[in-house]
């Protein structure tokens, strides 16, 4: 899709986008034939969700999950998961799965009707950001941040992502977005990247560490990976596969139970039953956050990924003398926010103004879409 077409389909879709939000609000908060409103899936899309629902004087009434070990487990505030067959034919079930078709397909075949099938669209298309943001304003960063990619492959993802914040929430189809989907991600194999000494923000529990070691050629040139994991339970998990990979491997792993942000300073944040983290002022636990600029200090960095829920711009602000000095690779997820799919390319093109600037997507969903940034490299 050209510039020109993403712009007019900002101008055909945005007006219509906004009535459609306001109108299913509105159906969730007035309409008397809805009994109970459930979101089917408890993990960290569903609580995003829940907490919007609640800032808009929208109650929801239950979770539900195929996880026999959270049924009657409370979620958030007072709220439980209750079983799929618990479920009564009046329910309004919102998805927040990625088992979307899986999901609708049982709940239909319990009798219920009223569902949104959209899974992490539906975390998109209730984003305030949409609601609030001036037309032209949208129009010129959106123009800004196609410009400076550097391939039509990028500018094709680009686009779709664009398209996907103004979908039609009333049709029931679900959009798989595979068409624009690749593999091996943080490891491309159409761009070249120096791994040598890899930061990992937002290690999870060593998902990456350990889709890195696979590959031999990364493993012989190793020379760091720093992990940076605020939920303690996923950075405990890290450091026992750790301590199973052979010593040459071992000591050049580090592992801190940090978050990374701008500034050094305590956190709150937020934990879900299945260990997923995010920075949330509201959140019940504490975490340290360092920004990388004064944990690493003069430390050679060679590839920084980010993936911290939200936070990537941030921390990429924590990270600018680094990445001015070094001018590392760089690989930001750009998909938890609306406006981290302009601002977070733009602001790393301010920093270093060689970079090359990439975007993949890796899931069938609207999750997953990474922005890459790379001095051309002979």
Not at 26 to 39: A, G, M, S, V
Not at 83 to 88: C, D, H, M, Q
Not at 237 to 249: A, G, T, V
Not at 304 to 326: P, T
Request: glycine share 4%; proline share 2%; charged share 30%.
């Amino acid at each position: 899709m050209k510039l020109h077409q993403i712009i007019d389909f900002i101008d055909d879709n945005l007006l219509k986008a906004r009535e459609q939000r306001v109108s299913l609000i509105k159906k969730l908060t007035e309409n008397d034939k809805i009994n109970k409103i459930c979101l089917f899936g408890a993990g960290t899309i569903g609580q995003y969700l829940y907490y919007y629902f609640k800032n808009e004087g929208i109650k929801i009434d239950c979770f539900s999950d195929n996880n026999i070990k959270i049924h009657e487990r409370v979620i958030v505030d007072n709220c439980k998961c209750v079983a799929p067959l618990e479920l009564k034919e009046d329910y309004f079930v919102i998805i927040t799965s990625s088992y979307v078709n899986e999901i609708y397909n049982q709940l239909v075949n319990n009798g219920i009707k009223n569902i949104i099938k959209h899974p992490h669209d539906i975390f998109w298309i209730f984003n305030k950001s949409l609601f609030n943001i001036d037309k032209e304003f949208l129009k010129e960063k959106i123009a800004q941040a196609y410009n400076i990619l550097e391939d039509e492959k990028s500018k094709k993802i680009f686009s779709e992502r664009i398209k996907a914040l103004m979908c039609d929430i009333e049709d029931s189809n679900f959009t798989d977005y595979s068409f624009i989907c690749d593999k091996n991600q943080y490891f491309p194999n159409d761009i070249k990247f120096n791994y040598r000494y890899f930061i990992d923000c937002g290690a999870f529990d060593g998902d990456t560490l350990r889709d890195y070691l696979k590959d031999d050629m990364r493993k012989e040139f190793l020379e760091k990976y720093v992990c940076y994991e605020l939920n303690e339970y996923n950075t405990n998990k890290i450091r026992e596969y750790n301590n199973q990979l052979d010593i040459s491997f071992n000591n050049k792993i580090e592992i801190y139970n940090l978050a990374v942000s701008n500034k050094n300073e305590i956190i709150h944040c937020s934990i879900d039953e299945q260990q997923g983290s995010l920075i949330d002022e509201d959140g019940d636990n504490e975490v340290l956050a360092v920004s990388l600029d004064n944990h690493l200090q003069n430390q050679k960095v060679t590839f920084i990924k980010m993936d911290i829920e939200g936070a990537e711009l941030s921390g990429l602000v924590g990270s600018k003398n680094i990445i001015k000095n070094q001018k590392p690779d760089l690989a930001i997820c750009i998909y938890h926010k609306l406006e981290d799919l302009w601002e977070i390319p733009l602001y790393i093109k301010s920093l270093v103004p060689e970079y090359k600037i990439y975007i993949r997507h890796y899931t069938n969903t609207l999750l997953e879409t990474v922005c890459y940034a790379t001095i051309k490299k002979d």
